[in-house]
């Protein structure tokens, strides 16, 4: 939806601060329907009737998140799903850098063509075996899969970065999230929509020119910018009129927060007991990542399925 506001394919009514799902959906839901049979029939492997109808199938799940499942040979390569063919009918790239490095032959050949549930698959089915030259190549698939943790590879960055066109807006997969990205004048942006930055209007896109995920953040015009907590280290001189307007910012926002708060509690009995929120999605997202960073454990035989999480707010 944001690289659709950001396209004006889409557009929501003046002043609006907040939106349910149900009329987010509702959004995605006509630009979809709008699409006319002929348009962006590249790449489609279905007929259109068809395609439009798994499309609008899979709404539902939009709202938490998708199952992608994605092949370490190229940039766009993800295993073709009912998920996958909204992005192909509203002619939104797809991205991810979890490629293997070309010039690391043993990783090559242990990966191949597979994709990451079939290399899970295989992982598993080689660690087991009496065969030791299978055992050994589990184990070069395994490391493969634990040193880029964050399923982004510096060779994969440079791919993307290559791929992407300028001034292109497309969505990014990484940590299993989806970000908006954009290309401008040779550099890959990301678009923040990470809940605390919320009240930051100036803080818009973050650079991607790493695996370790440090990037700059930038406002509207990619001119650089700092976050709030940088700011707050310079010293400021502190007068009663400058109180008072402080305590005022601090009072909307605690005010902004517990509307936020509220939506998201009202929206979670609307959707049943045992749904979860944004944030207990994120957190929960957080403390898998926390563990996969700093655990070293064997791949359980149920992670079969990366999930993608959206952003946790729209930025307009």
Known sequence: MNVLFLRWKAKLPPQTEVITT??????????????????????????????????????????????????????????YTPECIVFDLLNIPLYHGWLVDPQ?????????????????????LYKHSADNNQVSEGLVAEQFLESTASQLSYHGLCEVSTTAKEGELSVFFRNNHFSTMIKHKDHLYLLVTDQGFLQEENLVWESLHNVEGDGNF???????????????????????QGQAAVKQQEQQRQIDQDYMVAMSLQQQQQQGP??????????????????????????????????GEMGSFIHV
């Open 22 to 79: 149900e009329e987010l959906m509702a959004h995605l839901g006509e630009c979809i329907l709008s699409i006319k049979p002929g348009e962006n029939a590249e790449g489609l492997e279905l007929n259109f009737q068809q395609n439009m109808s798994d499309a609008m199938a899979v709404l539902s799940k939009l709202s938490t998140g998708l199952d992608v499942n994605v092949r370490f040979t190229g940039v766009s390569d993800f295993e």
């Open 104 to 124: 690391s032959q043993d990783t090559v050949k242990a990966v191949g063509k597979l994709s990451y549930n079939q290399l899970v698959e295989k992982i598993i």
């Open 218 to 240: 930038c406002n509207s015009e990619f001119r650089l910018n700092h976050p709030p907590d940088t700011l707050a280290l310079q010293p400021q001189p502190v007068t009663a």
């Open 274 to 307: 045992n749904a979860l929120s944004d944030l207990e999605l994120a957190r929960q997202l957080q403390q898998e990542e926390y563990q996969q960073h700093h655990q070293q454990q064997p791949l359980p035989p149920q992670q079969m399925q990366v999930k």
